[in-house]
T-cell receptor, first 111, second 113 residues
């Protein structure tokens, strides 16, 4: 099946720093989704991207749908302690009935 | 709207016991999913359903069963609990209208001892 490779696997940063993470695939996706999972909670959808080249922001978060449709990037500016969590990328499988998830990027923000 | 509701939030089972994890959604979503997440790991799909009366296996279905008699409910059954089933279980739902963006429940933390 389709696979999504997320990197980095984990990040340890200082409060106020900017963060960048990415997700790549060997196959094309028509939609890219970014989720955040707070500790002890279920993942919550942050940003959805539907068109190649699309750049979408949600507050301090910005995500881009790669031109090749095989990658996507998530940037967080001026990180704060509540940004801590696991960030997952996801895209619909070719069957169209379920999502493929990346393995996640664990973000730790030191105050 | 409550979204996706999972019960119980926590449970300890003894080896060999059985239980049902409940999941209900009030968004009239056709698609529902069960995932497990082991510590420090990603999400693994156990079972999913594209509508009432239709279920299909995911990556890790062994040791689990599901049913989908209504659009709203998608319970997950563990028949003979094993320590390897210690995990956090998430239920999710989606509709085509949202580009398959899932809404997740808050999870059930299960320990098998």
């Amino acid at each position: 099946g389709q696979q999504l490779n997320q990197s980095p696997q984990s990040m340890f940063i200082q409060e106020g720093e900017d963060v960048s993470m990415n997700c790549t695939s060997s196959s094309i996706f028509n939609t890219w989704l970014w989720y955040k999972q707070d500790p002890g909670e279920g993942p919550v959808l942050l940003i959805a991207l539907y068109k190649a080249g699309e750049l979408t922001s949600n507050g301090r978060l910005t995500a881009q749908f790669g031109i090749t449709r095989k990658d996507s990037f998530l940037n967080i500016s001026a990180s704060i302690p509540s940004d801590v969590g696991i960030y997952f990328c996801a895209g619909p499988e070719t069957s169209g009935s379920r999502l493929t998830f990346g393995e996640g990027t664990q973000l730790t923000v030191n105050p | 709207n409550a979204g996706v509701t999972q019960t119980p939030k926590f449970r300890i089972l003894k080896i060999g016991q059985s239980m049902t994890l409940q999941c209900t959604q009030d968004m009239n979503h056709n698609y529902m999913y069960w995932y497990r997440q082991d510590p420090g790991m990603g999400l693994k799909l156990i079972y999913y359903s594209v509508g009432a009366g239709i279920t299909d296996k995911g990556e890790v279905p062994n040791g689990y069963n599901v049913s989908r008699s209504t659009t709203e409910d998608f319970p997950l059954r563990l028949e003979l609990a094993a320590p390897s089933q210690t995990s956090v279980y998430f239920c999710a739902s989606s509709s085509r209208d949202r580009g398959f963006g899932y809404t997740f429940g808050s999870g059930t933390r299960l320990t098998v001892v």
